[in-house]
């Protein structure tokens, strides 16, 4: 299984911007579907966005619809969480996930990056 390694979280004032980072430590997933979720203090985890980098569907959270978009970077072995607009609601861990079929529970996980906004 593809390893994953995410950074890129901090703390950015509501209305601000960040780009997440997701890096295959080992192996590629050029041909993986590729996701992001987030976990939210006392709250369970929640799908955010995800793609299947050769089926060219996106699929967002209707919260984050607008202001959410994911790339990669094949040579750098990387996708991206671009998030834009963000909102104090947006605070949580977030998580990139991979996997060949999209069955992200069997897939492999991230050790997730903090993200907080300020209102």
């Known amino acids: 299984q593809v390893q994953l390694v995410e950074s890129g979280g901090g703390l950015v004032q509501a209305g601000g911007s960040l780009r997440l980072s997701c890096t295959a430590s080992?192996?590629?997933?050029?041909?993986?579907?590729v996701a992001w979720f987030r976990q939210a203090p006392g709250k369970e985890r929640e799908f955010v966005i995800a793609?299947?980098?050769?089926?060219?569907?996106?699929y967002y959270a209707d919260s984050v619809k607008g202001r959410f978009t994911i790339s990669r970077d094949n040579a750098k072995k990387t996708a991206y969480l671009q998030m834009s607009s963000l909102k104090p609601e947006d605070t949580a861990v977030y998580y990139c996930?991979?996997?060949?079929?999209?069955?992200?529970?069997?897939?492999?996980w991230g050790q997730g990056t903090q993200v907080t906004v300020s209102s």
């Open positions: 996930a991979a996997d060949p079929s999209g069955d992200f529970d069997r897939g492999s």
């Open positions: 080992r192996g590629t997933f050029d041909d993986y579907a």
């Open positions: 793609t299947h980098w050769d089926r060219g569907n996106t």
